[in-house]
Each structure stands twice: as structure tokens, then as C-alpha cells.
């Protein structure tokens, strides 16, 4: 089977996939059938075969009789513009065709990417601009809408966001408006160009205008927030530089006392989980720290951990937007001066046997107690060593906690060796070199910074030194 010449390339020099079209795997299962007397099964699981064995990623490969597979989606989207263009646009007629495209991409990748070729975005924005917000046709068919772009963002046209736009400034239910929401996040997810495109269409102030309604609900606002995560992301290998920072900073300046305002109104855990992963995603300045906490925030979040010690995601959660907060040294102080030490003790101990909790404690503990000797006391005073030592043990094959652990006890010595002795009276010195040994060159920088601001002994490597002459 000759197919070298039909192969393409995608992704970073790290990690490079090779693809086919649909079109070229149709052809060799052709070329089976039709040289080599194969059955159309034997066929395909040939192709299969042949081709993974060359390295070839297949999941965007409908792996099915082709001829077959064509037909039923042009099917079922037939049925659709015939009912589109139906003058009395029968709604039953309608939403059944709706459903029977939906149960189609929602197969796979490789079926939402053939119904895209065959037009299913276009027609599904005519039904939308005929619906007339006609709630019982434009749910359904946002439904199939985001189902189809769902892994291929770059359907998404001016069209389609003017489509969002409008959707958005209409007074409707909240059930239409989380399905937009949707819509526009599964747009965002490793496609740059969208999210610009989005933020340049005005969506910023249309999600504040959202969370600012008086009787704006729950969902709602859970999808406003996943949506701003979405849109702050830099996942788009295809764009060198992206502009995660300046949405996030846009995001904040128009929502940050927003945000900050609904954790007084919604106590429910799933909306609140939704708004403290939005907060840490926008703590990416200084002024946001401060304007955080003037405006209470700090009072929310040591709440949030006092009354829900036994939830370990929204612990996870706090503590992320502690770690965050503390970027700025003056509210990290703030933050020490209210109490915060003894619950970031508690919410370690509490889930000791959670890795990743482990390790989001430990790197917001190293983040609170930087340039910090008054909070690393006050660590130390609500039983920080014995939490991070006993963290060691729990999880002495995980090599992110020891790590992290480590960044934790270097920072919280760092700068008041009096606590020094604290940690060497609980064997610190010793679950650090075991950590060392097991773990080596992973690392072996974060453990030895440890151990050196522990007054231990241990080898430091240099890693340059120069030779003497002179600089041209």
C-alpha cells in the first residue's frame, strides 16, 4: 500500500503527528476491494493497519464503508434543508431532523468532520437566523451546533459570531443562554484566531452585562466563567504569540468586582467551584491582587475554606487563588495578618491521601511564605513542618509533591533560620536526601536549595564557570 506521499505533518518539533485526509484512507480501501480481492471488512482493517503502522493518527478517520457512511449523513442533512426550506417550517418535521444530524456527529470526530464538509454549519445558522429566537428551534439546533464544532474550531465565521452576538443582546431563558455560552467556549478551545475574533466582537461586555442582570441564575453564570477561562487560554500550537494576558487583564478591569459580588449571592459548591477557578485565572496583575482584596475578597475565600473543609476540589480551588493572590507582597501580608496560615494546615492535613491537593498546598505555601518571614512563622506556628513532612511520606514516590514540598520548606527558612530547627528535629534532612536518591536529577536542584537553606550538608554543582579571558 503506497501512501507515503499522502501523508501530512501537525504539531510542535517535540511532537509531530502525521495525518491523512479521509479521502486517501477512502482510496486504499478501494484499492483493497478492487486489486486485492479483499472483502470491504478485510479491507479496512488492512487500511487500519497499514497505516498505523506507519505512524499515522487516525482518529479523525470515519473507519467505516465510506459509501455507507456518506449517504446516511447526507441523509440526514437533506432532510434538514428540506425542512428549512419548508415556507411553514414544521417544527416536529424540524427538531426530528435536528436530532438525527446530532446522534450523527456526536459518533466521533470523523463524523462531525464529514458533516462539516458536507455543509452542515451553513444550514444550521439558516435555521438559526429563521428561528427567530424561536426558543423550541434555536435549543435544539445550537444542541447539534455544538456538537459539530466541538474538535474543529475553525468553522466558527464572522456569520456564526454575529449569530452569537445577537443571541446574547436577545432577553431570552437561561436555558438558550448557557447553550450560546457553549457554543462560543467550544469555539475557543486551541483556536486563537477565535478568541480574538470573539473579544473583538464585543463579547466581553456581553458577559458582564450577563453576570450583572439582578436576577441572572446559576447556570448562567457557571457558563460565563467557563466561557472567560476559554478565552484566556494559550493552547494554539499554530500561534506563536497569543493574547491570554491581555483578555484576562480586559476580562478583569470589566468583571473582577462583578465576580467578586456573586460569591455573596450564589453559596451553591458548583458555582462557586466555577468562580474561584475564574478569580485565579485572572490574578494576572498586581492592581487585580489589591482590587481583590478591597473588595472583600479575602473574606470569601478564607470562608469558602473554613466551611468546606471535607470538599477537596473547592480546597483545591482556594488554595490555587491564594497561590495567585500572592503574587502581590502586600496582600500576601494581608493575607498571613487575617489568619490564612492555620487553614492552609488544615486543608492539607484533611487530604493527605490527594496528591494533587498535596502539591497545590505545598507550591501555595512556598508562595505565601517568599520574602515573607512573618507568614512563614505563622506556617510554622499552626504545624506547617509536621503537614509538609508527613506530605513527604504519604507521597514519596510522586515526584511534583516532593518537589513542590521542597520549594515549600527552602522558602519558609529562608529567611528566618530560627525555624531551621523545627524541621531538623522532625527529620527533614532525611526525608529530603531519600527524596534525592529516589527522585535524582527531577529534582535534584529544588531538594539541594532545600537542604543548602536547612544548613545541611550537601553538594552543590557549579554549572559554568569562566575561563579568564577577556570579553569582546
Given amino acids: 500500500m503506497e501512501s507515503e506521499g499522502c501523508c501530512g505533518v501537525l504539531g510542535t518539533d517535540e511532537t509531530m503527528v502525521r495525518v491523512i485526509t479521509q479521502e486517501t484512507f477512502d482510496d486504499v480501501v478501494k484499492e483493497n476491494i478492487e486489486e486485492f480481492d479483499m472483502s470491504p471488512e478485510e479491507a479496512l482493517q488492512d487500511a487500519v493497519q497499514q497505516f498505523e503502522a506507519q505512524g499515522v493518527d487516525l482518529d479523525n478517520i470515519i473507519k467505516e464503508v465510506m459509501n455507507k457512511v456518506t449517504e446516511s449523513v447526507s441523509q440526514k442533512l437533506s432532510s434538514l434543508l428540506e425542512s428549512i426550506n419548508n415556507p411553514y417550517l414544521e417544527e ?221 476540589r473547592l480546597t483545591r480551588q482556594c488554595l490555587s487563588l491564594v497561590k495567585g493572590l500572592a503574587g502581590d507582597d502586600d496582600v500576601k501580608a494581608r493575607m498571613g495578618a487575617a489568619g490564612i496560615a492555620p487553614l492552609i494546615v488544615l486543608a492539607m492535613n484533611n487530604h493527605k491521601q490527594s496528591a494533587s491537593l498535596a502539591a497545590t498546598a505545598s507550591a501555595c505555601m512556598a508562595a505565601i511564605t517568599l520574602r515573607s518571614p512573618a507568614n512563614s512563622k505563622s506556617l510554622v506556628e499552626a504545624g506547617a513542618a509536621e503537614a509538609i513532612l508527613e506530605t513527604m511520606k504519604t507521597h514519596q514516590n510522586d515526584t511534583i509533591v516532593q518537589k513542590q514540598c521542597s520549594w515549600a520548606i527552602r522558602n519558609i527558612v529562608s529567611r528566618d533560620r530560627s525555624l531551621n530547627k523545627t524541621f531538623l528535629s522532625l527529620g527533614a534532612e532525611e526525608l529530603l536526601q531519600e527524596a534525592l536518591k529516589r527522585h535524582g536529577s527531577n529534582c535534584e536542584y529544588d531538594i539541594k536549595s532545600a537542604l543548602r537553606d536547612l544548613e545541611c550538608e550537601v553538594e552543590l554543582i557549579e554549572r559554568w564557570t569562566g575561563k579568564g579571558g577577556a570579553l569582546n
Fill in 92 to 312: 416536529d418535521r424540524l427538531t426530528q431532523a435536528l436530532n438525527d444530524l446530532q446522534l450523527e456527529c456526536d459518533k466521533d470526530l470523523a463524523h462531525k468532520m464529514l458533516a462539516g464538509k458536507k455543509g452542515c454549519y451553513g444550514a444550521l445558522l439558516d435555521v438559526l437566523e429563521r428561528s427567530d429566537t424561536n426558543i423550541h428551534i434555536a435549543e435544539p439546533v445550537l444542541g447539534v451546533l455544538i456538537s459539530l464544532i466541538t474538535g474543529q474550531p475553525d468553522l466558527l465565521d464572522e456569520r456564526g459570531i454575529g449569530q452569537m452576538m445577537q443571541l446574547l443582546e436577545a432577553k431570552q431563558g437561561a436555558g438558550l443562554q448557557v447553550q450560546v455560552l457553549g457554543w462560543a467556549r467550544e469555539c475557543c478551545f486551541k483556536h486563537e484566531n477565535n478568541r480574538q475574533n470573539l473579544v473583538k466582537h464585543g463579547i466581553v461586555a456581553r458577559l458582564k452585562v450577563l453576570l450583572e442582570h439582578d436576577d441572572v441564575l446559576s447556570p448562567v453564570v457557571r457558563s460565563v466563567c467557563a466561557l472567560m477561562r476559554a478565552l484566556v487560554l494559550d493552547d494554539d500550537i499554530r500561534v506563536v504569540f497569543g493574547l491570554a494576558h491581555e483578555h484576562a487583564r480586559k476580562l478583569a478591569e470589566e468583571t473582577l468586582v462583578t465576580l467578586i459580588n456573586l460569591t455573596n449571592k450564589f453559596k451553591d459548591k458548583e458555582t462557586m467551584s466555577e468562580l474561584l477557578m475564574t478569580l485565579s485565572a485572572l490574578m494576572v496583575r498586581s492592581e487585580f491582587c489589591q482590587r481583590f482584596q478591597e473588595v472583600g475578597g479575602l473574606k470569601f475565600l478564607m470562608d469558602v475554606l473554613a466551611e468546606f473543609p471535607e470538599s477537596e
